[in-house]
């Protein structure tokens, strides 16, 4: 696709449910991040994927946080046991790769709602 | 987010400029961006600084000086458009790190 895309654009889930949500990088790119954002507050940075690298998980927030990424493309994020607090924006970037010095690219992000 | 530093908020009044400072640690430093970010959007680049200096682009200019670990955004000629979040974004160790954002609402 032309842009980063994400889904579903919007989830509501029930407290203790698991959820995962996708995420289509820009074609080509070899670097895909997660980022998390509540509420009137700025990027938590969650996990970063380049390449065929070992990721990034240095951000996620607690083991019920887990990411894939399946060759190379499509990543999805899972979020089990969910919690209230995990209530936010979980927004998805991707840029060519650490060789060219060029913006990421965000999808439109998914909002999450633990009810 | 890993001592990326941005003043929360700023006002100032329609056609009026406004300078958004953001200050980050220098270690593994690889280039710095500047976000905007509207209500409820994703965010969209606006500018990416490697080299000290002023890089200009229209009503926004960029400043950087690795050596002090220092940025700003320059907004001239303000439109309420402009009302919105700025994030500045430090490249380290090829991995993007994002202030907390400056939310900047402009005023008739």
């Known amino acids: 696709g032309a842009g980063v895309s994400q889904s579903p654009s919007n989830k509501v889930t029930e407290k203790g449910k698991d959820v995962e949500l996708r995420c289509d990088p820009i074609s080509g790119h070899t670097a895909l991040y997660w980022y998390r954002q509540s509420l009137g507050q700025g990027l938590e940075f969650l996990i970063y994927?380049?390449?065929?690298?070992?990721?990034?998980k240095s951000g996620l927030p607690s083991d019920r946080f887990s990411a894939e990424r399946t060759g190379g493309s499509v990543s999805t994020l899972t979020i089990q046991r969910t919690q209230q607090e995990d209530s936010a924006v979980y927004l998805c970037?991707?840029?060519?790769?650490?060789?060219?010095?060029?913006?990421?690219?965000f999808g439109q992000g998914t909002r999450l709602t633990v009810v | 987010g890993q001592n990326i530093d941005q003043p929360t908020e700023m006002t100032a009044t329609e056609g009026a400029i406004v300078q958004i400072n953001c200050t980050y640690q220098t270690s593994g430093f690889n280039g710095l961006f500047w976000y905007q970010q509207h209500a409820g959007e994703a965010p969209t680049f606006l500018s990416y600084?490697?080299?000290?200096g002023l890089e200009e682009k229209g009503r926004f200019s960029s400043f950087l000086s690795r050596s002090k670990g220092y940025s700003y955004l320059l907004l001239k000629e303000l439109q309420m458009k402009d009302s919105a979040s700025y994030l500045c974004?430090?490249?380290?160790?090829?991995?993007?790190?994002f202030g907390a954002g400056t939310t900047v609402t402009v005023r008739a």
């Open positions: 994927f380049q390449g065929n690298s070992a990721p990034d």
């Open positions: 970037a991707s840029s060519p790769g650490p060789d060219s010095y060029t913006e990421a690219f």
């Open positions: 600084n490697v080299l000290d």
């Open positions: 974004a430090v490249d380290r160790d090829y991995k993007l790190s």
